[in-house]
């Protein structure tokens, strides 16, 4: 496949829907019926919780801070800067993204309740549930919508090739930081990075009806 036809290739929005919303649903079952899927969440978690190291260990807390403290702090300088120029399409995006995002993730852990990761000497401690990933599905929706707004931006091949690139390793290690660190399940990273693509896709199609012309 050529550069022009990577960059030029546009998947169909409702496959896509729906192959999350599919993919969402076959995770939960699987959680929620005990499945295999259970003992491979906890064989994944225990290999990783041996082989940790600290100076790893410290590099994926760091990681882990791009998906929630840092995140943060990047939602309200965007949305601060848009208020500045009166670009208030884009302050309600940006807080929907985060607030909504968060918000529907804390209404699908209520829902599935299910408990986190327990070690005799944890690497890290979050209190609440684990499925799906806050971290995962707030780096999709917001970091994802962040580089989808940059790749259209940009102009040169090579830099949309990269754009998208850097946004997939920066998800990638949001979502692999919150499984090493043993505070999440791997069906709970996937689950939230369906959850994410499916909350970025509202806001996505939010914007298009407040700026169809765009």
């Not at 036809?5 to 896509?16: D, G, S």
């Not at 599919?22 to 919780?49: E, H, S």
Request: proline share 4%; glycine share 8%; with cysteine.
């Amino acid at each position: 496949m050529t550069v022009r036809q990577i960059t030029r290739y546009r998947p169909n929005l409702t496959a896509v829907i729906v192959l999350c919303l599919l993919f969402f649903a076959a995770l939960a079952y699987a959680v929620g019926q005990n499945t295999p899927m259970v003992d491979l969440d906890q064989q994944i978690a225990d290999a990783l919780y041996t082989r940790a190291t600290p100076p790893v260990t410290q590099f994926f807390y760091r990681v882990a801070l791009l998906g929630s403290e840092i995140l943060a702090g990047l939602a309200i300088g965007l949305a601060g800067f848009a208020a500045l120029r009166r670009r208030w399409t884009y302050v309600m995006l940006v807080l929907v993204a985060w607030l909504g995002g968060y918000l529907m993730n804390t209404i699908l852990k209520t829902i599935f309740a299910r408990e986190r990761p327990i070690f005799l000497e944890p690497l890290a401690v979050s209190t609440n549930y684990s499925f799906p990933s806050g971290h995962a599905m707030a780096a999709v929706a917001c970091y994802g919508l962040l580089g989808y707004f940059l790749y259209q931006q940009a102009r040169n091949r090579w830099l949309r090739i990269g754009i998208f690139m850097v946004t997939l390793l920066l998800i990638s290690l949001i979502g692999f930081s919150r499984i090493y660190l043993g505070v999440h399940f791997f069906s709970d990273v996937l689950a939230g990075f369906a959850a994410g693509a499916l909350w970025m896709i509202f806001c996505l199609f939010l914007f298009r009806r407040l700026h169809p012309n765009r």
